[in-house]
């Protein structure tokens, strides 16, 4: 997909990978970039803006557990731009202690999220086409017991997005579903001193995490934008140690 003139909106924008990713999306002419997170930040918002004064830059509040607040951030992208080209959704948290919070974040936000910013980019429709990007994780991929919440929550992603993916909604809506797996990436979430397991005897699953080889937030956010452009409809990249890599499906069972 060519990204220049489109409308783009990105979930949690100013996360770790989500602001990276946004100053790529800088230097690609979008049209909008509307970025959807629960707290502004002025200071980035205006960086975004001085890499490109052709672009609109736009941050509108939303918080992706209320789902009523999602319904009233997307009807506000299109009474002001009509169309959604692009929809990433970034949200995450690391919450074991807070089941619910972690679910409804990481999870049921990017659901209904997708479901209300549907009906603006399915062509059978109000949209013209586009592409939608799930950012999971490699622990949607293949489990780990330090953060057993977490990787459940991206497993559900993972099924979500390869689910939407089907033929049968992409042939009528000529939305693309896809999804970046990010490995060990720097961010605010990954740093987080006071991050804990699943299990508080899992606390060496988390120590030893500080051994392993970690990639920085701008090796993933433009990897996110290098994915937008392929808009590979029911495709998974993983995002890890500085390359980027198409994940090969095994199949366990056909309808």
Not at 17 to 39: P, S, W
Not at 71 to 93: F, M, T, W
Not at 231 to 253: C, F, H, M, P, T
Request: glycine letters at 8%; proline letters at 4%.
């Amino acid at each position: 997909m060519d990204l220049t003139g489109k409308n783009v909106v990105f979930v949690a924008g100013f996360g770790g990978i989500g602001f990276e990713a946004c100053k790529q999306l800088m230097n690609r002419n979008v049209a909008n970039l509307f970025l959807l997170d629960i707290m502004e930040n002025p200071t980035g918002l205006q960086q975004l803006q001085d890499l490109n004064k052709n672009t609109k830059v736009t941050y509108l509040k939303c918080d992706v557990t209320d789902k009523n607040c999602i319904k009233n951030v997307i009807n506000q992208v299109v009474e002001s731009v009509q169309y959604i080209d692009v929809l990433v959704n970034g949200a995450g948290v690391v919450a074991e202690r807070n089941v619910e919070f972690a679910v409804n974040v990481n999870l049921i936000g990017l659901i209904n999220t997708t479901l209300e910013a549907m009906p603006y980019m399915d062509k059978s429709q109000k949209g013209r086409g586009g592409v939608i990007l799930n950012i999971a994780s490699v622990l949607g991929l293949e489990p780990w017991g330090g953060i057993s919440v977490y990787s459940a929550t991206k497993f559900g992603v993972v099924g979500f997005t390869r689910s939407m993916a089907d033929p049968f909604y992409y042939n009528r809506s000529g939305v693309a579903f896809t999804g970046l797996c990010p490995g060990l990436t720097i961010t605010p979430m990954t740093t987080n001193p006071d991050m804990s397991p699943t299990l508080e005897d899992a606390k060496p699953l988390i120590d030893k995490l500080c051994t392993a080889e970690w990639q920085p937030a701008a090796k993933a956010g433009e990897h996110v934008v290098q994915v937008l452009e392929m808009a590979q409809n029911d495709s998974l990249w993983i995002s890890d140690r500085g390359a980027l890599s198409k994940v090969e499906y095994k199949v366990y069972w056909e309808s």
